[in-house]
């Protein structure tokens, strides 16, 4: 293949994966671990492609950054790490906002399938190892639109 040829195919390839990123829905959530609320900065994937495409090929993320995976109706979703670069942690969050089950950690580049084994209405990925640092648990709740809220 010759140099141009090289360069016309990863411009097409190049072109649409920073488009996609540049038009993601942006704002702000917050998880309550009963002792303290953290605010981060999200982007939200809610369409087929955001959500397959995920953090995909980013070199990093803020501390107080993360994205939150909008499904729609509660399914039980099957997540990977392929040409993720960084480790993450996944927070799989239920209908009503409570977080149900957290992978932490997540090895970048694993084509393992990571599921709560549960219908979730989203998940939010984060840096690897903040919830920990954090203190944020299964049983915490997320504060979004997305999520129902109850009246008490």
Known sequence: MNMRLTYLFVAAIALPL?????????????????EEAHAFSIEIADEPDEISFGLMERESLGPDAGMLFDFGNPREPAM??????????????????????????????????????????????????????????PGDKISHPIFETNAG
């Open 18 to 34: 920073a488009a996609l990123a540049q038009t993601l829905e942006t704002g702000e959530l917050t998880v309550d671990t009963g």
């Open 80 to 137: 990977w790490m392929k040409n993720t670069l960084i480790p993450l942690d996944m927070l799989f969050i239920s209908s009503d906002g409570t977080i149900q089950m957290i992978a932490r950690n997540t090895v970048p580049g694993s084509l393992r399938t990571i599921s709560p084994g549960v219908p979730v209405k989203g998940v939010l990925e984060i840096n690897g190892g903040r919830a920990a640092e954090l203190g944020i648990e």
